[in-house]
Nanobody, 130 residues
C-alpha cells in the first residue's frame, strides 16, 4: 500500500504563485514510481498536469500537459519521497481540486491516463480569484 498526502492549496488572486506538495509513504513505494499531478474542476474530468518518472539511476523525466507548460513546474525530492508542483501566473480557470497520484505501471505514452494510477491523495483545493 502507498499513501499520498497533499498540501499547499488555498485561495490566491490571479497572477499569484502557489506551490503544492505531495508526500508518499508505504512499504511498497519506491523512488522508481511515477508521481504525477492532476486536477479536477466541478463537472469536468480529471485532467493531467505534470509527472515525474524514473528513467535510470537518479535520472527523472518531467512530462507536462500543453495547457500548463511554461507556468507549472514539477520537481521531486527523492530523499523525502515528495513531489512538488510550482504554479505561477495563476488564472481563475486553474481553480480545481488538485490530486497527486502515483503508479509503477505508466510509461511515457500513458503518462496522462488517470486510470493507470493506483494510488491517489485526498486532494487539495486551489481557488484563484479574478
Amino acid at each position: 500500500q502507498v499513501q499520498l498526502v497533499e498540501s499547499g492549496g488555498g485561495l490566491v488572486q490571479a497572477g499569484e504563485t502557489l506551490r503544492l506538495s505531495c508526500a508518499a509513504s508505504g512499504r511498497t513505494f519506491t523512488s522508481r514510481y511515477t508521481m504525477a499531478w492532476f486536477r479536477q474542476a466541478p463537472g469536468k474530468e480529471r485532467e493531467f498536469l505534470a509527472a515525474t518518472r524514473w528513467l535510470s539511476a537518479s535520472t527523472y523525466y518531467a512530462d507536462y500537459a500543453d495547457s500548463v507548460k511554461g507556468r507549472f513546474t514539477i520537481s521531486r525530492d527523492t530523499s523525502k519521497s515528495t513531489v512538488y508542483l510550482q504554479m505561477i501566473s495563476l488564472k481563475p480557470e486553474d481553480t480545481a481540486v488538485y490530486y497527486c497520484g502515483t503508479s509503477n505501471r505508466v510509461v511515457g505514452a500513458t503518462i496522462a491516463t488517470s486510470t493507470l494510477y493506483d494510488y491517489w491523495g485526498q486532494g487539495t483545493q486551489v481557488t484563484v480569484s479574478s
